[in-house]
């Protein structure tokens, strides 16, 4: 970690006291780690948000038995198959099943990817777990210069 800047906050004592004990549950080092990880995890979920590309996994859990419940679930992720870079069924029991669904792509498709199957009838249960690809991210100025850069292209080729 390169390049640390310190700071510091302002926080009531029993909130702080509370969240120390949650870090170090989940095995945190110490407070600037709890915070650098929080920060993480909104900064994904911003990109999930957005055109930015995400990896993750859409978990659903559903009863089998439904009338064609699997084939509509199955028709989704093949209609969005540039997307879905895999699928794991697992057998609850007799009349449940678990689907992972491995996802990436640009966030706001993923997203709409995953309401598709969640909000499919018949699902009883649905989330969303969602991560970076770990390539650096590109600032608002980085995509700004690469659209206007894309226009300039496009626009010269079609002067061809």
């Known amino acids: ?89 697992i057998h609850l029991d007799h009349d449940n099943c678990l689907e992972m669904v491995a996802v990436r792509g640009p966030g706001v498709e993923v997203q709409k990817v995953a309401d598709q199957l969640i909000g499919t009838r018949g699902v009883k249960h649905g989330k969303v777990s969602a991560t970076m690809t770990g390539k650096a991210h590109a600032t608002a100025t980085d995509r700004a210069h690469a659209t206007a850069t894309h226009k300039h292209a496009t626009a010269a080729s079609k002067k061809r």
Not at 9 to 38: P, Q, T, V, Y
Not at 42 to 67: C, F, M, N, P, Q
């Open 1 to 89: 970690m390169s390049g640390l800047t310190r700071t510091s906050i302002s926080i009531e004592a029993d909130l702080l006291e509370r969240f120390l004990k949650l870090a170090r549950r989940r095995g945190l080092a110490n407070c600037s780690e709890a915070i650098r990880h929080l920060m993480r995890e909104a900064l994904v979920r911003e990109d999930w948000d957005s055109e930015a590309e995400v990896v993750g996994t859409i978990t659903i859990v559903y009863d089998h038995h439904k009338r064609d419940l699997s084939d509509r679930l199955t028709a989704i992720q093949h209609d969005h198959h540039e997307m879905v870079l895999a699928a794991t069924h």
